[in-house]
């Protein structure tokens, strides 16, 4: 599976952006994907992720409430609508996916990723 994330941008706080990863490959709708944050000096997190049909989603606290986790499977694609953004959003953000199909939120489960995009919010 390759994984391309696109969509991210310089917004201002209060702002929105739509994240897309586009996956190549037949067997996107049988994994499970996930959105993962990265800024300089922490830790990679997940703040959202969505099981292989669309049914369950997870949301980290910080971002729940602001952010959308979607897939389309007959486009081979999974978004990210981010609302409300704040300048404590700003990250590289990546979109990954998981062969056993779930939710789940640990970066040690995901196989692959795509290369990250750049999310700067202003305040």
């Known amino acids: 599976v390759q994984l391309q994330a696109s969509g991210g941008g310089l917004v201002q706080a209060g702002g929105s952006l739509r994240l897309s990863c586009a996956a190549s490959?037949?067997?996107?709708?049988?994994?499970?994907m996930g959105w993962f944050r990265q800024a300089p000096g922490k830790e990679r997190e997940c703040v959202a992720a969505?099981?292989?049909?669309?049914?369950?989603?997870y949301y980290a606290d910080s971002v729940k409430g602001r952010f959308t986790i979607s897939r389309d499977n007959a486009k081979n694609t999974v978004y990210l609508q981010m609302n409300s953004l704040k300048p404590e959003d700003t990250a590289v953000y990546y979109c990954a996916s998981n062969s056993g199909g779930g939710t789940d939120n640990s970066q040690y489960v995901y196989d692959y990723w795509g290369q990250g995009t750049q999310v700067t919010v202003s305040s």
């Open positions: 969505i099981n292989w049909s669309g049914t369950f989603t």
């Open positions: 490959g037949r067997t996107f709708s049988r994994y499970g």
